[in-house]
């Protein structure tokens, strides 16, 4: 199936309205309407964020640096709460045995004085887990054999390369089996290849699982590689200026993808929107939107 840019017909690109919502009418687990967010005595970073996210879908997040792109997570996270509009997420979200949120970050979060497998159990144990030690312990075995990592259990995060601790990273936040999983620029720090060698096993992984991901990324290959949609935001203060469909399913092949026309166009249609938004978020201050 194509992808498919989905902003509303009859409005030519650049003008800066909100797409429609996916799936109109099929459940959301996320929605966000007419969310607004400024920061005490700031100005409004976000203004009318309408955003809705299919339950096992990965969303792709892109906007111009400092638009708003990590407090919009922050706010999804719950760590901040909304001065108008709504967030809501479907009644089930928290229910048992997965659970609701996890985070990743750009910054390494892994603990130094712990093994990998260590690390991929902690929420183990800082939680009152319903898992026993034997069940822990194949679910660890399991994401671990899933990401490549086998040989590496026993080693601590300094005998690892940059891709191998965002492997095990990206582990400990999948290994509670969240329902939800933020992304804040998690691989932005490591080299293309590698970063699309862990886009293969991630994807394989939140697929599986029907994981619901939400993807901040400054790298468009990597939001279109792997989101079912990407959101392009504009610049602050930040809401939904396009919104595109990704159809290229649930099995692919990242290398490949690369080197697909589809791809390639895509490409090219996300970054005319991205650069609009670029370009205001340059504006010197004072001058008004177009
Ligand atoms: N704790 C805070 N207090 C006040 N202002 C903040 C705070 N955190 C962020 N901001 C401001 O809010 C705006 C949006 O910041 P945010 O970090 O959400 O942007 P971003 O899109 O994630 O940027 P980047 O792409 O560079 O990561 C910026 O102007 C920033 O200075
Ligand atoms: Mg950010």
């Not at 932005?188 to 590698?194: F, G, I």
Request: aromatic share 6%; proline share 7%; hydrophobic share 45%.
């Amino acid at each position: 199936m194509p992808a498919v840019e989905a902003a509303r017909a009859g409005h030519g690109a650049g003008d800066g309205v909100n797409a429609p919502a996916p799936g109109a009418g099929a459940p959301a687990l996320l929605r966000a309407d007419g969310v607004r967010f400024a920061y005490p005595g700031g100005a409004p970073v976000l203004d009318g964020v309408d955003i809705a996210v299919p339950e096992g879908s990965i969303t792709g997040l892109v906007g111009p640096s400092g638009c708003g792109k990590s407090t919009l997570l922050a706010l999804l996270a719950g760590l901040l709460q909304p001065d108008a509009g709504r967030l809501t997420w479907s009644e089930d979200r928290a229910r048992p045995p997965r659970h609701p949120l996890t985070m990743m970050f750009q910054k390494d979060t892994l603990l130094p004085w712990m093994t990998v497998e260590d690390n991929i159990g902690l929420h183990f144990r800082l939680t009152k887990s319903t898992l026993d030690r034997s069940a822990q312990k194949a679910r660890i075995a399991e994401l671990i054999r899933l990401a490549g990592l086998e040989g590496a259990e026993r080693k601590f995060p300094y005998q690892l390369s940059g891709g191998m601790r965002r492997r095990t990273a990206f582990l400990a936040s999948v290994a509670p089996h969240p329902r939800v999983l933020l992304l804040d620029e998690p691989f932005s720090a490591l080299d293309e290849p590698t970063r699309i060698g862990i886009h293969q096993d991630i994807f394989h992984i939140v697929k599986r699982e029907g994981i619901t991901v939400l993807l901040i990324t400054h790298d468009l290959g990597e939001a279109i590689s792997l989101s079912d949609q990407v959101l392009v935001l504009t610049a602050q203060p930040a809401r939904v200026f396009k919104r595109f469909e990704i159809g290229f399913g649930t099995e692919r092949d990242f290398l490949g993808l690369r080197e697909n026309p589809q791809f390639l166009a895509l490409y090219g249609q996300v970054w005319e929107q991205l650069a609009v938004q670029i370009q205001r978020s340059r504006r010197p201050a004072g001058q008004a939107a177009a």
